[in-house]
């Protein structure tokens, strides 16, 4: 069965937005697009300069004429245009008993300028929202919507506020919601960085579900805007639905595809960029040299990796205010970590078919051996004996080591490269950042992790992983973001073990 | 807003313009090029004429679009976006046909490729009949390519000629048949001979067998270059035609030569329509067509090209065509 999705949406007849973007999205995601037009319009990069309605009961022909043959589970709707068209839109829903919809809202631009009738909205809210499996607003069309179910206003700071305006729509009778926050660049920080003043970091997805929300946070690209992301965004999402994924999934899927056209997007006319909705077919989601930011900055690995930056144990280690029990645990379980990748590359080189394939697992033993020395010398500084360390194995360790074990079998040298990235971003992004100054509690350690010839086998590391990144298939590189995000899940682990009062690892 | 050539921004992204009409279920019209020059990874833009209410079973309705209302499209498109490609599909009345033929000229199209839309793939009738002659006189003259099947131009022929020409009994009748239609504009002439069958003797047969075998042709003016395949009894999909078009235009705004387009669009038509699952109902057999249609580095294959007072049909030669597609 192949996936299917229908859009009803206006043309816009310029490729860059309406039925005609989301049909190259659906095709870039092979799923089968059909299209129920609403609306004519003439546009282009410059802008929108015509609008011809059609008839209500014609954009019914178009639908009932898809749906009454082809099997479809999936709807899209975007720009509806007026109350008779959303009403026939509705009566459609009910009658085909569309599984899921996806409401891109286009009740208003990302100023928050009005961009539908009051009647209208009425009616949108209480007809369409209600139907929608997902609903796909900027933040100013969020902050209408709420106000208009709710009567509430949020303004919006921080991330958090984006959150409260999220988790405020579940609770009036939205079944799911990503914000999109169209034109808020935030800082490293998650206050606004306009106010702040602070340099742009972060363009903002935020998932909201019953359930919780999800932190979809997307690099900031200064130089990059482009007409149509709301299209792409929620066409992409109605897409990964269509072939079966779950919503959190298809989201994330949908972000790190938008994320993509957004950066390939080029300029084809004298006014917005024009986005690369072909970017997805064929090609791997990276350029050659840049792999490991690509599952660095994906977003099913960034929220993750920014729950261990902002976790209270590495706070303190960048403050010099982390007490020295915690941080001998730590020691600790890296120490039996290393351990187990050490074990890892030996069973590999155990099952090698070849003499060189042996000596790389052999190199890698020898790497681990030698900084383990090194380690245990530390540890000594930190009132640790080796004694202490190595006469037990914490629980933690103990799945870690078959987490490894497991990694090493079913994908070999890269699975173990890509499980020890967390120990790469750590040193990268956290250690490296440290001024081990006078009163700093941990120098020698600080200093260890800085030294580069204590750390060449990270760049040995970091320049495998990235040269043998362009044979490898997208499934593959799928399934190693899974392992990825396995290994931060150890990592977290790490540091909540450490932290933990109740917790003995020695 | 006046046109301003010179304005127009300078890029490298191929792109292509297709002034169709609109086919909701997504196998036909506008809908079906994009999906073509999507997976060309061609910037495709549309124009449409016509919206039709239309599926695997058949056409129930046609909302034309007022003449005007296409001059905006199409002023919108090419007074902003630089394209030299346009693929003309589905014109549902003759009141159109100035407006495109005046906007190919102000616009300075090169390449033209026009997949004429008399009757659908089912049979119904898709234009008015002045349509016809309007096309020949105002857009003929325009086109680079011209491609269509062998009943369809057979009919667009009849009634340009306003008398019916000699019925087609034989190949050479066939070749015959483009060679009107390269006299009235076209540079280059595509049939694609699915619906007809040819025995031994090169007759079209009423009556296929297992030896029968068909040809997709193209006639430059002075060479016919020959595509012999056996003849496939199975029903064409909806959106080969469509599709057909869509990507000779792709492959003309990557750049690649006219002869040498038609041929990959030809060969990844045929490459797609080897991998539809026959036992597919009919939405899905176009499903699979659009899923399996690429850019011509997926395809390889020579050219091959016969001199049409010199042919005769050779039973190797079709497993020669045969075994350029990738299996």
Redesign the interface.
């Given at each position: 069965?192949?996936s299917?999705c229908i859009t009803v949406a206006g043309?816009d007849?310029?490729?860059g937005a309406g039925?005609?973007a989301d049909?190259?999205v659906f095709?870039?995601h092979?799923v089968?697009?059909?299209?129920?037009?609403t609306a004519?319009t003439?546009?282009?990069?410059?802008g929108v300069?015509?609008v011809?309605l059609?008839p209500a009961s014609?954009v019914e022909?178009?639908?009932?004429?898809?749906l009454?043959?082809?099997h479809c589970e999936v709807m899209k709707t975007g720009m509806l245009f007026n109350q008779q068209i959303l009403k026939v839109i509705v009566e459609s829903i009910d009658r085909f008993k569309i599984k899921k919809v996806v409401v891109d809202p286009l009740i208003a631009t990302r100023k928050g300028a009005l961009l539908v009738m009051p009647d209208y909205l009425e009616l949108f809210v209480k007809e369409l929202i209600p139907r929608a499996e997902v609903l796909i607003p900027n933040i100013a069309e969020a902050l209408i919507i709420l106000k208009h179910m709710t009567n509430e206003f949020v303004e919006i700071h921080h991330l958090e506020d984006v959150k409260a305006v999220g988790k405020k729509l579940i609770k009036a009778g939205c079944k799911n919601v990503v914000i999109r926050c169209d034109d808020i660049p935030f800082a490293s920080d998650f206050f606004c960085s306009r106010e702040t003043n602070m340099p742009p970091t972060w363009y903002l997805y935020v998932l909201c579900t019953s359930e919780g929300e999800v932190l979809l946070p997307q690099k900031w690209l200064a130089s990059k805007t482009a007409r149509g992301t709301s299209c792409a965004l929620s066409s992409a999402v109605a897409s990964n639905l269509a072939i079966g994924l779950d919503l959190v999934t298809a989201t994330q899927n949908a972000v790190s595809y938008t994320q993509r056209a957004l950066e390939m997007s080029?300029?084809?006319?004298?006014?917005a960029n024009?986005l690369d909705?072909?970017s997805a077919?064929?090609r791997l989601p990276y350029e050659k040299g840049e792999f490991i930011n690509f599952v660095r900055y994906h977003p099913s690995i960034t929220p993750k990796w920014l729950s261990i930056v902002n976790h209270p144990f590495v706070e303190q280690l960048k403050a010099g205010t982390l007490s020295r029990l915690p941080f001998q645990k730590y020691l600790v379980l890296k120490y039996h970590m290393l351990i187990n990748n050490a074990q890892a590359a030996g069973m590999m080189a155990f099952s090698s078919s070849s003499i060189s394939a042996i000596e790389h697992s052999a190199k890698i033993i020898q790497a681990i051996k030698e900084e383990n020395v090194t380690h245990l010398r530390i540890c000594e500084q930190y009132g640790l004996s080796a004694s202490q360390i190595t006469k037990s194995k914490p629980e933690i360790v103990k799945s870690h080591s078959l987490f490894i074990h497991d990694t090493a079998q079913q994908d070999g040298l890269r699975g173990i490269q890509i499980a020890m990235l967390p120990f790469v971003f750590m040193i990268q992004e956290v250690v490296s950042q440290i001024s081990a100054s006078d009163g700093y509690p941990y120098v020698a350690w600080v200093e260890h992790c800085k030294d580069k010839s204590a750390t060449s086998h990270i760049e040995t590391l970091l320049e495998s992983l990235e040269t043998n990144s362009q044979i490898i298939s997208l499934s593959k590189v799928q399934h190693l973001l899974g392992i990825l995000e396995k290994s931060l899940d150890f990592e977290r682990l790490v540091l909540d073990t450490s932290s933990s009062n109740e917790s003995s690892v020695f | 807003?006046e046109a301003n050539q010179s304005?127009?921004?300078k890029?490298n992204?191929p792109?292509c313009l297709t002034i169709a009409g609109?086919d909701?279920?997504?196998a036909a019209g506008?809908?079906a090029d994009?999906?073509v020059m999507?997976?060309h990874?061609v910037?495709?833009?549309?124009?449409?004429t016509a919206?039709t209410?239309?599926?695997?079973?058949g056409i129930?309705?046609i909302?034309p679009?007022h003449p005007s209302?296409i001059q905006?499209?199409?002023?919108?498109?090419l007074?902003?976006?630089?394209c030299r490609v346009v693929k003309i599909g589905m014109l549902p009345d003759p009141k159109s046909i100035p407006v495109i033929s005046q906007a190919l000229t102000k616009y300075k199209i090169t390449d033209v490729v026009m997949d004429s839309v008399i009757i659908s793939s089912m049979g119904n009738v898709m234009c008015e009949t002045p349509t016809i002659p309007a096309t020949i006189q105002h857009l003929f003259p325009h086109l680079l390519v011209y491609a269509s099947n062998v009943m369809e131009a057979f009919i667009l022929v009849e009634k340009t000629l306003k008398k019916s020409p000699p019925p087609l009994k034989s190949f050479p009748d066939i070749q015959n048949l483009m060679s009107i239609i390269h006299r009235l504009g076209p540079k280059f002439v595509v049939l694609r001979g699915h619906h007809v069958a040819f025995d031994k003797n090169m007759m079209i047969t009423e009556k296929p067998d297992s030896k029968s075998w068909t040809a997709d042709l193209i006639y430059d003016g002075k060479e016919f270059y020959i595509f012999e395949k056996p003849y496939n009894t199975t029903k064409s999909i909806h959106g080969e035609s469509c599709s057909l078009t869509a990507a000779i235009a792709s492959n003309l705004a990557c750049n690649i030569p006219p002869l040498q387009a038609i041929h990959e669009a030809l060969y990844s038509i045929e490459w797609a329509i080897q991998r539809v699952h026959k036992k597919s109902s009919d939405?899905?057999k176009?499903?699979?067509l659009?899923?399996a249609l690429?850019h011509s580095s997926k395809f390889s294959g020579s050219l091959i090209s016969l001199k049409s007072e010199n042919y005769i049909p050779q039973a190797d030669l079709t497993s020669v065509l045969l075994s350029h597609i990738p299996s």
């Open positions: 069965m192949i299917t043309s007849c310029s490729g039925v005609q049909l190259k095709t870039a092979s089968y697009g059909m299209s129920a037009v004519i003439s546009q282009n990069t410059i300069n015509g011809h059609i014609y022909q178009q639908i009932s004429a898809c009454l043959d082809v080029f300029h084809l006319g004298r006014g024009s909705y072909a077919l064929t | 807003m304005h127009n921004a890029t992204h792109t609109s909701c279920s997504g506008i809908q994009l999906k999507t997976a990874q910037y495709g833009m549309s124009v449409l919206l209410c239309q599926n695997s079973h129930t309705g909302y679009l209302l905006r499209q199409i002023d919108a498109c007074s902003d976006i630089q939405p899905y176009s499903a699979q659009f899923t690429g």
